[in-house]
DNA sequence: CTGGTAATAAGAGGAGGTTTTAATTAAAGG
DNA sequence: CCTTTAATTAAAACCTCCTCTTATTACCAG
């Protein structure tokens, strides 16, 4: 098995690391790897402040479950910060980990073409709203941890068709900028639509 | 207390719908909210071949991180059925439920963008693409359980900006077509580059 | 009354722990 | 060499949620 001849700090080390890549092991299981009692790895857990098996499949579950359930569920990419309703708004997303890519941390373009697609359809008042179509452009990449904040504006109403600009930003730096057409649906929801 | 005078019948049936909604329930806490014993409850769900709550929370629990870490790790939306890199890609999305509307169970709008992006983005062969622009237009709403085919091509390449074409369909229909702008990024990552 | 179909109860055992108390071992200091 | 200390291991009791098996009881229908 791998690591023995550890100290007591290395191998400690060497358990949070464990755990934090596969949460799902049992003492048994840990005691084996290291090459040590059972016992000693509850006094490590113990020390850690580590939680036993079934408390971290329970946080494990219910987190996941949340993060699943709330990705799956939120209609709005970023949060509404401001809103008037067919005027103009303002939507924050901070940029979390899952967004970026893994070499560069850069947050992938569709986040941010989400967080303005979503803003200009919630500022649109109707029921069903769709995007018809939209002009991006990418001013400058965001990374990890940084808030965006996209502002909002109505141009424009031909009809059922709104133009939308959005801004979003970084702080003073301009990182997106898009015009969307978006537009109202009838209630009876004709298939020559546009989109969502 | 919910649900007494139940027959058999119901009382598994309304088991089963609260383990679907909640999952982390002990026996204890579902008999005393069926009004039956503990074992009416595990011969219950001996009979629907419903696991216990540890087994439960185990498949919870690792189900939902793989599709945290999926959703996390996946640089690529949908997958590449085909490549010949600086040239031309085709990927294959299907649309799950949590990519709709819960009103109308059309596809938000940036999943196909985010197709067609890292569509993209996969056909230039280097290491670092990010996106600078993009034109895209929703011609149909697309709905659960359809698949689209993504379909990109490179049309043109001044210096390190690539103009990638793609055009999505379900069967037969043109769902979403779109011009991206990418670029290809020095290794020493400048800081006035554009987006992934 | 007599079956069959629930439902409940009772007992033993297991997995994966917790807590407490005690014993062993190894290295280190005087 | 002897003693102290830190690190480790062990042992005994108890807990929660189960499983699996073997009764016992309650009813409703034929």
Redesign the interface.
């Known amino acids: 098995m791998a690591g023995k001849g550890l100290t007591k700090l290395q191998r400690q080390e060497a358990l949070m690391q464990e755990l934090k890549i596969n949460?799902?092991r049992t003492d048994q299981e840990l005691a084996r790897k290291f090459g040590v009692s059972v016992q000693t790895i509850r006094l490590d857990r113990l020390s850690l402040g580590i939680p036993e098996l079934?408390k971290r499949?329970?946080s494990?579950?219910?987190q996941?479950?949340e993060?699943?359930r709330s990705?799956?569920?939120s209609?709005v990419?970023g949060s509404l910060i401001d809103l008037e309703l067919g005027v103009r708004g303002i939507s924050l997303m901070r940029i979390e980990?899952?967004m970026?890519?893994?070499?560069?941390k850069?947050?992938?373009?569709?986040y941010?073409?989400?967080q303005a697609?979503?803003l200009a359809v919630a500022i649109i008042d109707a029921?069903?709203v769709?995007?018809?179509?939209?002009?991006?452009?990418?001013?400058?990449?965001?990374y990890v941890g940084e808030e965006v904040i996209a502002k909002g504006v109505v141009k424009m109403q031909k009809g059922r068709n709104f133009l939308v600009s959005v801004y979003s930003r970084v702080e003073a730096d301009t990182?997106?900028k898009g015009q969307y057409v978006v537009s109202v649906?009838d209630e009876s929801?004709p298939?020559?639509?546009?989109?969502?």
Chains 1, 2 share one sequence.
Do not use: W
Request: aromatic letters at 8%; glycine letters at 4%; charged letters at 25%.
């Open positions: 949460p799902f079934r499949m329970h494990v579950a219910t996941a479950y993060k699943v990705l799956a569920e209609e990419v980990p899952e970026v890519l893994a070499k560069t850069i947050a992938r373009g569709h941010l073409f989400a697609n979503s029921e069903v769709l995007t018809g179509s939209a002009r991006v452009r990418f001013k400058r990449p965001v990182v997106f649906q929801m298939r020559e639509a546009m989109h969502a």
